[in-house]
């Protein structure tokens, strides 16, 4: 993977610009705060998103990548003021669950989410790498 960064352009604080990578796509379907069970952890955004980033990892996970295979991530928020004021928080558990920065993110407010408690829904796309050939 290579993050990509143009010219004299500072680099962005917790996004990239752009990512170029090859190898196998994956591509993560919306995930929210709920657990395996499907009940939302809490009503609580920063608790929630924590939550859906696991419940993203796991999938990751279970394709047999990693979070630093993550190239694009689109986080969809019912509150932007709420977002804004729990940064800190949610910050603090993306470094705990996925750990690096160089994903290309945009972040949406929307009216509402499919399920009704949701504050929050993260979507991402993955490049796996690929298997070396068996020699």
Same mark, same amino acid.
């Given at each position: 993977?290579?993050?990509?960064?143009?010219?004299?352009?500072?680099?962005?604080? $917790?996004?990239?610009?752009?990512?170029?990578?090859?190898?196998?796509?994956?591509?993560?379907?919306?995930?929210? $705060?709920?657990?395996?069970?499907?009940?939302?952890?809490?009503?609580?955004?920063?608790?929630?998103?924590?939550?859906?980033?696991?419940?993203?990892?796991?999938?990751?996970?279970?394709?047999?990548?990693?979070?630093?295979?993550?190239?694009?991530?689109?986080?969809?928020?019912?509150?932007?003021?709420?977002?804004?004021?729990?940064?800190?928080?949610? $910050?603090?558990?993306?470094?705990?669950?996925?750990?690096?920065?160089?994903?290309?993110?945009?972040?949406?407010?929307?009216?509402?989410?499919?399920?009704?408690?949701?504050?929050?829904?993260?979507?991402?796309?993955?490049?796996?790498?690929?298997?070396?050939?068996?020699?």
């Amino acid at each position: 993977m290579r993050v990509i960064l143009p010219n004299g352009w500072p680099r962005p604080k $917790g996004y990239a610009n752009g990512v170029a990578a090859r190898g196998e796509m994956l591509f993560i379907a919306g995930m929210i $705060g709920w657990d395996e069970k499907g009940e939302l952890v809490s009503d609580d955004f920063a608790v929630q998103a924590r939550q859906a980033l696991k419940n993203l990892a796991a999938v990751l996970h279970a394709a047999g990548g990693k979070p630093e295979h993550i190239v694009r991530m689109t986080w969809y928020v019912t509150d932007k003021r709420e977002y804004l004021a729990s940064a800190q928080e949610v $910050g603090r558990a993306f470094r705990e669950i996925i750990g690096s920065y160089n994903a290309a993110m945009t972040a949406v407010e929307v009216t509402a989410l499919m399920e009704d408690r949701a504050k929050v829904e993260i979507e991402a796309t993955a490049v796996l790498p690929d298997s070396p050939s068996p020699t």
